[in-house]
């Protein structure tokens, strides 16, 4: 770095921190308002980002009964559906959402499928780009299974036929009479649907089959974990009117706040976990189990209401019988319940502040010991550590259920994965560390979600990232109060950096049906993102308050991603619109360079300091490779005959003139006192000035975080504002003020705003360390007479011919 002397006033400075950093440059506005984007505000949503006085919301009261044959592996269900019309317009249909219908051969779900590419799927180099047989076997299977709703009758009052049209996986009910502002219409319905099995069809609900492979009947068992099994109304709201948008299998699921009163009959052996609260108790448990429960209630530690013996002495016999279980759940945007045999179940109380809930779980022996560790504890970890940062849990239970389902969300109740692996030789049961957390982190996520989107009631049809990426970002949260060291997998902008340098991705602001890369793009993202808002550009104190501002506004209503936005900037009192525009709306990265540095020292016209530094400055460049080899060697005249010898022998440019100290004091006689104060107070603290050019290589604008590190050693943090950018969005150049010379600068040295690059983050630069792997070259790969005449290990195997056929 060659330092420079700054030859005019401080006030020079400012005028070339702007235009050094915005010459020359087409503009392009990073900073500009999001009101081109954004719905216009009014009386129903306001600007604020609040709901307005105008504000209104539809809703359903479900009262349903569903018999469930295990045999058959099918359910029939029937009831009353009671649609209340609160908003100011008048209906003349409702629409109905038929969710299975995803599972018939003919869905858009099926047909619309492809695969990645020709070359992954038919010339795969790997056995991980290439065709498994799992996707075989779920094409054929899903050409096979008779899916999907069949609906027996939907009638209104009276038993009146109604008349209705499905479309795939949406039915439109016509009304004799057209529902008017503040009315309620009930509606009668009766369907039947076979239960997929989710190891072969996947998705969100399904069974899953024990002991396929034995040939005793007491071995085999099914486990049944059960949603989307009702036709379930559509919602309609003031941003969209009817969300009649065809479920494809990606876009979850937009549904309206009520009240359910629901009987299931099942197998008389099987346990229930369920949405709501049990109703009938002494009908279905055993006093046993009633008195467990009661003394889970103020528990300290999960409680036995099912052991693992009992449960393997369920197995041991197939009950004819049935038993009906009553629950009742209230204000729930709807409604999934698990039952099986199988089911070990524990429970624990937890209450705080207004929050009373019964955290439980249910999970066959196959799960365990993962699942009676860590389970139930998660589930009221998850409670404890959202509440903070959202609401208190308003619901009376809290249930995780283990089976085929990986991670699944639903009021009051989840269906999450992870098993611990058996050894099939020695039956010895351990759990890697990727499953313990995988099970601990799926919990917190899934359990989570009865905030968002459960009672944050956002449209997932719509928008995956409103519930995915704000739930993930406080998974995250929650994560790092779990234990030090956890090993998060999302929210941590390190590892959001592969994500943002690939390509083909969509912006987080894409319908859900349209994402791409979705665990990526709507989970990891968005909760990224909120986590860099978080911690580097509001701070802690500003964003919670307004994190949970968004909540308290938006508990049980329908926020879109404007009343997001706007709430975030009105309760934090900061313009954001620059970062939603960035991370929600496009597809930059953060990469941000250090392209340069110059020291400045300022002029202070003084000749016996300003010469004396010019000379220093000289005498510090390097010695010409000539004048290096010509010393000691080359006979000089000069030196042979002294007489040649003048004035300017004994003077070089750096000699001080009388006419240089005479126009000195004839500058600072010029000066204003005040000048001549600040002049001398500068010079006295020996302040370096230094020049640093950044370019934005990524495109994304991102507050800056320096490291500066001093000639003593020291090392300071300066974080400047994402605003810096205003002027020029792809190069600027700062200002940087030390009390001693500075000997190193690291933008983002904690790795916090995901800059793609790190590479071109410090100066001096660094050296990249990596490994090189050495492989032992292979001979004679290609042998065929070799392979040929290699011995079968199946016992039953014939010697090798010795000749050909």
Not at 318 to 339: C, E, I, L, P, Y
Request: with cysteine; hydrophobic share 35%; glycine share 6%.
């Amino acid at each position: 770095m060659k330092p420079i002397r700054l030859t005019s006033h401080l006030a020079v400075i400012a005028t070339l921190c702007i235009s050094l950093g915005a010459s020359g440059q087409q503009f392009d506005d990073k900073f500009r308002q999001l009101d081109e984007l954004l719905p216009t505000p009014g009386s129903v949503r306001t600007a604020s980002g609040a709901p307005g006085h105008a504000y209104w919301q539809q809703r359903a009261d479900y009262k349903l009964r569903a018999s469930l044959d295990e045999a058959a592996r099918s359910i029939t269900g029937a009831g009353a559906i009671t649609y209340h019309n609160q908003s100011p317009d008048t209906l003349s249909y409702l629409w109905v959402q038929l969710d299975q219908n995803m599972f018939r051969a003919d869905s858009d779900n099926r047909s619309t499928a492809t695969v990645p590419s020709r070359e992954a799927w038919a010339k795969a180099k790997t056995e991980a780009d290439g065709l498994k047989f799992e996707q075989l076997r779920f094409t054929m299977a899903s050409r096979s299974f008779d899916g999907g709703f069949k609906i027996d009758a939907v009638s209104g009052a009276g038993g009146r036929p109604l008349k209705y049209v499905i479309n795939k996986t949406m039915m439109r009910i016509d009304l004799p009479q057209p529902m008017q502002p503040n009315t309620s219409f009930t509606f009668n319905l009766a369907w039947h649907f076979n239960i997929p099995e989710v190891n072969v069809l996947g998705r969100r609900s399904g069974y899953e089959a024990f002991g396929e492979e034995s040939s005793k009947a007491t071995d085999k068992h099914d486990l049944f974990e059960v949603a989307q099994w009702f036709p379930r109304m559509a919602a309609y709201y003031d941003a969209t009117g009817w969300q009649n948008k065809q479920y494809l299998g990606d876009g979850e699921f937009t549904l309206e706040f009520g009240d359910y009163d629901v009987e299931l009959t099942v197998p008389a052996d099987h346990i229930v976990a369920s949405t709501g609260v049990l109703q009938n108790p002494d009908a279905v448990l055993t006093a046993t189990q009633r008195e467990r429960l009661r003394q889970a209630r103020t528990s300290s530690t999960p409680v036995l209401i099912v052991t693992q013996l009992e449960a393997e002495a369920a197995e041991q016999s197939r009950s004819s019988a049935t038993r009906t279980w009553h629950f009742k759940a209230a204000n729930v945007r709807d409604f999934a319940w698990a039952s099986s045999r199988k089911f070990i179940w524990d429970a624990q109380g937890y209450k705080k502040d207004s929050t009373d809930v019964m955290a439980m779980s249910y999970y066959p022996k196959e799960a365990n010991p993962l699942w009676g560790k860590y389970s139930t504890q998660a589930v009221i970890h998850t409670i404890d550590q959202y509440n903070k940062y959202a609401f208190d849990y308003p619901y009376p239970v809290a249930i995780s259920v283990n089976g085929p389902v990986g991670g699944m969300e639903y009021p009051m109740l989840s269906f999450n994965g992870q098993r611990p692996t058996k050894d099939k030789k020695t039956g010895e049961l351990t759990y890697s560390k990727r499953a313990k957390y995988g099970l601990i982190g799926v919990i917190i996520h899934e359990v989570g979600h009865n905030y968002y989107p459960m009672i944050i009631n956002s449209d997932e049809r719509q928008w995956t990232w409103m519930d995915e990426g704000l739930n993930s970002f406080v998974q995250y949260l929650a994560e790092q109060a779990w234990e030090d060291g956890y090993p998060v997998v999302r929210g941590e902008p390190r590892n959001i950096v592969d994500y943002m340098r690939s390509k083909n991705q969509v912006p987080v602001m894409t319908n859900s049906e349209s994402v791409t890369q979705r665990g990526s793009n709507a989970y990891a993202k968005p909760a990224t993102a909120l986590n860099i808002l978080r911690e580097t550009v509001l701070g802690r104190e500003l964003f919670d308050f307004a994190f949970r501002e968004y909540a308290r506004r938006w508990k049980f209503k329908r926020p879109t991603p404007a009343d997001f936005f706007r709430t975030m900037e009105d309760a934090s009192g900061t313009d954001l619109d620059w970062f939603w525009r960035g991370w929600f709306y496009a597809t930059d990265a953060v990469d941000v360079s250090i392209d340069g540095i110059t020291e400045y020292g300022v002029n202070s016209k003084n000749p016996e300091i300003e010469k004396a530094w010019k000379k220093a400055q000289k005498d510090a460049e390097p010695v010409s490779i000539t004048d290096q080899r010509n010393k000691g060697t080359l006979a000089r005249r000069l030196d042979a005959h002294p007489e040649l010898k003048d004035f300017y022998n004994e003077h070089d440019d750096f000699t001080v003139t009388n006419k240089d100290r005479n126009s000195f004091n004839e500058s600072v006689d010029k000066l204003e006192p005040w000048e001549k104060a600040l002049l001398d107070q500068w010079q006295g603290r020996g302040k370096h000035l230094y020049l640093v050019d950044f370019s934005n290589l990524g495109g994304l604008v991102t507050p800056l975080v320096l490291e500066i590190e001093l000639a003593s050693g020291k090392k300071y943090i300066e974080r400047i504002p994402a605003e810096v950018w205003r002027y020029s969005s792809k190069k600027i150049t700062k200002l940087i003020v030390t009390d001693e010379p500075m000997v190193g600068l690291v933008q983002d040295p904690f790795w916090e705003t995901a800059d793609t690059d790190v590479s071109n983050n410090a100066w001096p630069r660094k050296i990249a360390r990596s490994r090189v792997e050495l492989f032992k070259e292979e001979r004679g790969g290609n042998d065929l007479m070799r392979d040929f005449n290699t011995r079968l290990k199946a016992k039953d195997a014939k010697p090798a011919a010795t000749e050909a056929p």
